[in-house]
């Protein structure tokens, strides 16, 4: 058994910041990619930052520069660092995960979410 659990989530006013943590915990060999998602009310789940296994990046375009992922692999952990939110941010947000859980089987795993609130 795998969970991914997040915390970091909260209510914050437009310019300031939020750390997002991910914890994956269980029957884990390794972790590989690492990803944060988002989902705002009424619209669909978006990629918003991924890490590989070897630290290559990827970041949504409406977060460059303004978010950045990274991952402490010893601790199975990856965080998501949110400076300059603005109210489009507000959202749910979610870890996602591709674990290796035995030899040759890699399985996808997602967290329960976080509320990110952005608001004046």
């Known amino acids: 058994q795998v969970q991914l659990v997040e915390s970091g989530g909260g209510s914050v006013q437009p310019g300031e910041s939020l750390r997002l943590s991910c914890a994956a915990s269980?029957?884990?060999?390794?972790?590989?990619?690492m990803g944060w998602y988002r989902q705002a009310p009424g619209k669909e789940r978006e990629l918003v930052a991924r890490i590989g296994s070897g630290g290559s990046i990827n970041y949504a375009d409406f977060v460059k520069g303004r978010f950045a992922i990274s991952r402490d692999n010893a601790k199975n952990t990856g965080y998501l660092q949110m400076n300059s939110l603005k109210p489009e941010d507000t959202a749910v947000y979610y870890c996602?995960?591709?674990?290796?859980?035995?030899?040759?089987?890699?399985?996808?795993?997602w967290g329960q979410g976080t509320q990110v609130t952005v608001s004046s």
């Open positions: 269980g029957s884990i060999v390794s972790v590989r990619a």
């Open positions: 996602n995960a591709d674990i290796l859980i035995r030899y040759n089987t890699i399985d996808a795993y």
